[in-house]
């Protein structure tokens, strides 16, 4: 019996979709669409080896933060459509303007659509008529693959049924965390040129942006640096963005320069041993709809200090077993986070690190497969949610003004 075929729509692959898909193409017929190839939101080096999933891209890539719209938007999807003949399609959100064109395109051709969505309610500020917009564009998907609970229980809240939801999407190659931490802990691919604190540290990595609240993290670090004195761990800031003039202005403002470090963005093959050599990653988001770096860390071994805006953290830490939360309005709560993780000894340490482990290995990209492969087969078996009504009127609309439904 052949696979289902499968289009998928993302804006553009990285290491940790190409994973997913490789996992996702054992089981499906699939083809991956990049919508905007170009794009250097995340300035990845690495090149996706698609060894078990076809890879296409939408053109020009010159468009690359913006991407196509209009006639040219709407023939894109249409030769993507005609070329792979997929029985389903499936989409990387549903906010983007290519994902309603290609919704409309195939409600013209009745193929059904899986959703992938790790947004929460908590993310940002709801207005309820952007919200019944949105309980009517989604509609007009059949299925949903879900980062974890938050996202199910807010897809439901837009009217979404429990029973087309399927776990998990937010994954990440577990096995490349853990084996490469482990070999640089046993002695093997050191990197000199890498200035990261030893014997461990606190590590952030994040991008530089508001949202991820960093500069809450150092104000947080400076009084936890205070209290420990110079036997305190040093902070590694890990990333880039718009914010990082103010965030080097604030560690020399604090007198921190010599404890704080900034590494740039890191590399996917080299993240491993920033893990490694970490005593804890802390992620002080004050909105982050799941928060990959948690699971990367947590497949490292590495315990995790986690705002409980992330929407990870419910379901991936389990504060004192492998990590700690605390609340982003309470600044005082961070600080007791990280100077309780420092107080731990070898022992608790350890087993911190073997918890998170067993927690994160149910989070797989052969995971992912399984949970996309269920939704493709559910999407395959009903017709799509959506009336004749307004879901498809809404769906007209956005694909012909070309504007996000965020």
């Not at 564009?137 to 399927?166: D, H, K, M, W």
Request: charged share 20%; net charge positive; with cysteine.
């Amino acid at each position: 019996m052949s696979s289902p075929r499968v289009l998928f729509l993302v804006r553009r692959v990285g290491p940790y979709h190409d994973a997913r898909f490789n996992a996702a193409g054992r089981q499906l017929d699939l083809t991956v669409v990049e919508t905007r190839p170009g794009s250097t939101e995340y300035p990845w080096a690495t090149v996706a080896g698609a060894n078990h999933y076809r890879l296409a891209a939408f053109r020009p890539a010159a468009v690359a933060e913006v991407g196509l719209r209009g006639t040219a938007l709407a023939a894109a999807v249409e030769h993507a459509l005609v070329t792979y003949r997929p029985e389903v399609v499936a989409c990387a959100g549903w906010a983007d303007p290519e994902y309603h064109a290609l919704l409309r395109q195939c409600q013209a051709r009745a193929i059904p659509a899986v959703v992938m969505s790790d947004s929460t309610y908590g993310d940002e500020p709801r207005r309820w008529w952007r919200e019944l917009v949105k309980a009517s564009l989604v509609r007009n998907f059949t299925a949903a693959v879900v980062a974890g609970s938050r996202s199910q229980e807010y897809l439901q809240r837009l009217g979404f049924p429990g029973r087309a939801i399927f776990w998990p999407w937010d994954v990440v190659d577990n096995a490349h965390f853990a084996n490469g931490a482990d070999r640089f802990r046993a002695g093997g691919d050191r990197k000199p040129d890498v200035a990261v604190a030893v014997p461990r540290c606190f590590l952030c990595v994040a991008r530089f942006i508001p949202k991820k609240n960093l500069e809450g993290l150092l104000s947080a670090y400076a009084a936890y640096a205070a209290e420990a004195g110079a036997g305190g761990w040093d902070l590694l800031l890990s990333g880039a963005g718009p914010l990082e003039s103010s965030l080097r202005s604030q560690v020399a403002a604090a007198g921190l320069a010599a404890r704080v470090k900034f590494a740039g963005f890191c590399q996917y093959p080299d993240l491993p041993e920033f893990y490694a050599r970490a005593g804890a990653l802390v992620l002080p988001s004050w909105s982050d709809q799941w928060g990959l770096v948690i699971n990367e860390a947590m497949a490292a071994g590495v315990p995790v200090i986690v705002s409980r805006r992330c929407g990870c953290a419910d379901d991936l830490v389990r504060a004192g077993v492998n990590g700690l939360v605390f609340d982003p309005d309470q600044p005082a709560e961070l600080v007791g986070c990280l100077r309780r993780m420092t107080e731990l000894d070898a022992a608790q340490w350890s087993a911190m690190g073997r918890r998170a482990r067993e927690i994160i290995a149910v989070y797989t990209p052969a995971s992912f497969a399984s949970g996309l492969a269920a939704a493709v087969a559910y999407a395959m078996g009903r017709r799509q949610l959506a009336s004749p009504g307004l879901s498809r009127v809404v769906v007209r609309l956005l694909a012909a003004g070309g504007g996000r439904a965020a």
